[in-house]
């Protein structure tokens, strides 16, 4: 789902007529969908399960923060041992679950947790942070203006000449914001 809705692009871009809908959705739906690629994780809030091989404390979860309200979040260890380990701490906003004692290996997939996580839809988009938002607008408004000029880094005008130097596939401002949200992968 997208991050923002086209009304809050087209404020940010001072446009009011319908001219360039059809474009400025499909740049939404694209750099939404690249965000979340790149932050490792998975936004839309909904029922999940993930596995994770023991042997380890810490865990992450691929899509926080966890909803935790209706206590709907089930760790379930399966082990050969006589005793099984079942004290853990979910962190919500990180989507960690923290064991007290280390879980011990015996298999792949030993441990598995069922969840509900991610932002709720409003409307169009989703109802993640401001700075979220912020990086999908700043993006989608930077594909918009420098859609006729794909690939130039440089430009000659009669007052002189004009270099860009983009290093990556964001603008230096989101990629701060998407290294903010990024998860590596525990457990």
């Known amino acids: 789902m997208k991050l923002i809705d086209i009304a809050e692009l087209k404020i940010f871009l001072e446009k009011d007529d319908f001219e360039h809908d059809s474009l400025l959705e499909m740049l939404i739906e694209y750099v939404s969908t690249n965000l979340e690629t790149a932050m490792n994780r998975s936004l839309l809030k909904?029922?999940?399960?993930?596995?994770?091989?023991?042997?380890?404390?810490?865990?992450?979860?691929?899509?926080?923060?966890?909803?935790?309200?209706?206590?709907?979040?089930?760790?379930?260890?399966?082990?050969?041992?006589?005793?099984?380990?079942?004290?853990?701490?979910?962190?919500t906003n990180s989507g960690m679950i923290e064991f007290v004692v280390p879980t011990e290996y015996t298999e792949p997939n030993q441990i598995s947790v069922l969840y509900t996580g991610g932002y709720s839809g409003t409307g169009n988009s989703l109802a993640v942070p401001n700075d979220l938002k912020m990086a999908c607008t700043l993006q989608s408004a930077?594909?918009?203006?420098?859609?006729?000029?794909?690939?130039?880094?440089?430009?000659?005008?009669?007052?002189?000449?004009?270099?860009?130097?983009?290093?990556?596939?964001?603008?230096?401002?989101?990629?701060?914001?998407?290294?903010?949200?990024?998860?590596?992968?525990?457990g």
Not at 58 to 69: E, G, Q, V, W
Request: hydrophobic share 35%.
């Open 142 to 186: 930077y594909l918009f203006k420098r859609r006729k000029d794909i690939g130039i880094n440089q430009m000659s005008t009669p007052d002189g000449s004009i270099g860009t130097f983009l290093t990556g596939e964001f603008l230096p401002q989101v990629q701060k914001i998407v290294d903010r949200y990024h998860l590596y992968n525990v």
């Open 46 to 91: 909904q029922e999940r399960i993930e596995y994770f091989k023991g042997g380890g404390k810490l865990f992450l979860l691929k899509a926080p923060p966890i909803d935790n309200s209706n206590h709907t979040l089930t760790v379930s260890v399966d082990s050969d041992a006589q005793t099984v380990n079942v004290d853990y701490y979910v962190h």
